[in-house]
C-alpha cells in the first residue's frame, strides 16, 4: 500500500505515468506476487495521514507500506515536531497491524531556512533508525534540483522523472519483497 500525498498520488500526471503505476508493472515484470493499492492523496499533510491510516489498513491489508507523507507540512511551515510525531503515529499503526513499512524522505526547498530545514531532513533517518525501517532517502534524488525535471508549479515532478522516482525507490523497496 503506497500512503502518500501528491507526489504519489500522480499529480498531473496521467494515471499510468506515475512511479506508483510504474511500480505495479514492474513487480509484473520481476513476476513478484503483489497487489499494489494506492491510498495517496494530493494535499495530505502528516496530520490527515494519521487521521486515516487505521482506515487504510483495515481495508487493505496490506504486507507492506511505503509511507510518503511530510512534505505538505514542511511546505506550510507546519511545526517538525507536529510532522515527526503524526509520522511515528503511522509507522506505529503499521507495525501493529502487521505491516512492514518503507519510509520515504523528503527535503525541503533551501528558501525556507537552514535551521528548519536540516530539523525538517532529519525526522526521516531518526525515524527509520528508531524503528529500524528501510529508508530512501529522498525520492527525488538525482534531478530534485532540475527544473526541467518538475511541472509549471514547480513543486510536482514530470513523467519524465517518475521512473528515477520509482528507481530510487525501488532500491529500498526490492530487498522487503519476498
Known amino acids: ?3 502518500g500525498d ?3 498520488s500522480g499529480y498531473g500526471l496521467p494515471q499510468e505515468a ?4 510504474l511500480l505495479k508493472k514492474r513487480l509484473q515484470q520481476e513476476r513478484l506476487d503483489y497487489d499494489v493499492v494506492n491510498t495517496s492523496i494530493s494535499g495530505e499533510t502528516t496530520r490527515g495521514g494519521l487521521s486515516r491510516i487505521a482506515r487504510s489498513l483495515a481495508a487493505h491489508h496490506p504486507s507492506i507500506v511505503i509511507l510518503e507523507l511530510g512534505g505538505n ?9 507536529a510532522a515527526r510525531d503524526n509520522l511515528e503515529g503511522i509507522i506505529k499503526a503499521c507495525q501493529l497491524h502487521g505491516a ?4 520515504i524522505g ?4 533551501p528558501n525556507y531556512g537552514i535551521a528548519y530545514t536540516q530539523k525538517f531532513q532529519s525526522i526521516y533517518p531518526e525515524l527509520a533508525k528508531h524503528y529500524s525501517l528501510p529508508l530512501t532517502p529522498f525520492m527525488l534524488e538525482g534531478f530534485g534540483y532540475d527544473s526541467g ?4 508549479d514547480g513543486i510536482h515532478p514530470t513523467a ?3 521512473p528515477i522516482i520509482l528507481d530510487n525507490i525501488w532500491k529500498t523497496l526490492k530487498p522487503m519483497l519476498n
Open 6 to 8: 501528491s507526489m504519489s
Open 1 to 3: 500500500m503506497v500512503f
Open 100 to 103: 512492514k513499512v518503507l519510509l
Open 73 to 81: 507540512d514542511g511546505l506550510r511551515g507546519q511545526p517538525v515536531e
Open 18 to 21: 506515475g512511479w506508483v503505476s
Open 160 to 162: 519524465a522523472a517518475q
Open 106 to 109: 523528503m527535503r525541503l526547498p
Open 149 to 152: 525535471m518538475f511541472q509549471p
